[in-house]
């Protein structure tokens, strides 16, 4: 194990920090060679480390620009995948990917659709928010990160448990539109994958805005 | 100067010295250093995440290039970058000259 004091103070930086992998090997790339840089010029890599800064110094800082991005893909997500759902759903309603049988679907079941359909809308507006305000400097990462990561999880359960119901609900026209129609599977997949992804992604947003680089939760 | 005093101005100082042409973060670094006479005194790893927080606003643009046999980071001003540097040293001038009038700079 190398005690080379450049090496040790980016490796301890590197474990205070999460968030999106390329763009943290990225900065630690960047921070050791300019390290390195610093250590040269100094000839004494021990007063570089000092100049350079503690890692509870810098850990904010570099942490504020991971919780960012991480806040920037997750909206990024959110506004592509909830508008293509509910645009996606539309169109295959439309051309003929729907509860067949007699009569309307039940009360309970419009209701919900017309809930699915409003909780997607909103969560794209916002999502475009939060995307707009990630590409600003004034905007708190923490916040942004912590926005995303509610809005989607919320969109996903909403939507997820709507359509669950709506298709227990009305059951018969649901396995009827599984047997007739050859997209409805592959399409009700695909929406479940998706609202996985958003899941899996705003879990990740919100583990890393929880995450306090000094202190190291 | 303390740290403190510096943080709300870096990502104005580190715009200013990224005027002249494009620098990979060891030598913003090192002309802060030079342009301050030595007297900016902060944790010198504290550029490095500000020039992110400079590329995320679109004041910057950052690229991977290999110079002198290493891999280096250098950034650009970008042309909302000049116009973010512009502003704030419109509203530095204007600061700057509200304190000397409060106190009493002659």
Known sequence: ?217 | MKPDAVRGHLDGLVLAVLESGPRHGYAVIEALHARSGGALDLPTGTVYPALRRLERAGWLSGAWSTVGGRERRTYTLTRAGRHALALQRTQWSEFRFVVDAVLGAT
């Open chain 1, 1 to 217: 194990m190398t005690t080379d004091p450049v090496d040790a103070h980016v490796r301890a930086l590197a474990r205070a920090l999460r968030g999106p992998r390329g763009l943290r090997r990225s900065m630690i790339a960047e921070t050791r060679d300019g390290l390195r840089d610093a250590a040269e010029a100094a000839g004494c890599p021990a007063r570089a480390v000092r100049e350079f800064g503690t890692v509870a110094e810098l850990a904010p800082h570099f942490q504020a620009e991971l919780t960012a991005a991480q806040a920037r893909r997750t909206a990024l997500l959110l506004a592509v995948l909830f508008p293509a759902l509910l645009l996606g759903w539309n169109l295959l309603w439309s051309h003929g990917v729907a509860w067949t049988g007699s009569g309307p679907p039940p009360p309970l079941v419009t209701a919900l659709s017309g809930v699915q359909d409003v909780a997607s809308a909103v969560v794209g507006v916002l999502a475009v928010g939060l995307l707009v305000a990630t590409a600003r400097r004034g905007p708190d990462p923490r916040r942004l990160a912590l926005g995303a990561g509610t809005v989607g999880l919320a969109g996903a359960l909403v939507c997820g448990g709507t359509a669950v119901v709506m298709n227990v609900a009305n059951g018969p026209a649901t396995l009827a539109m599984l047997a007739t129609q050859p997209l409805a599977g592959p399409s009700m997949l695909l929406s479940g994958l998706a609202l996985l992804a958003v899941i899996v992604t705003t879990g990740r947003a919100l583990r890393v805005a929880a995450h306090d680089p000094v202190r190291g939760h």
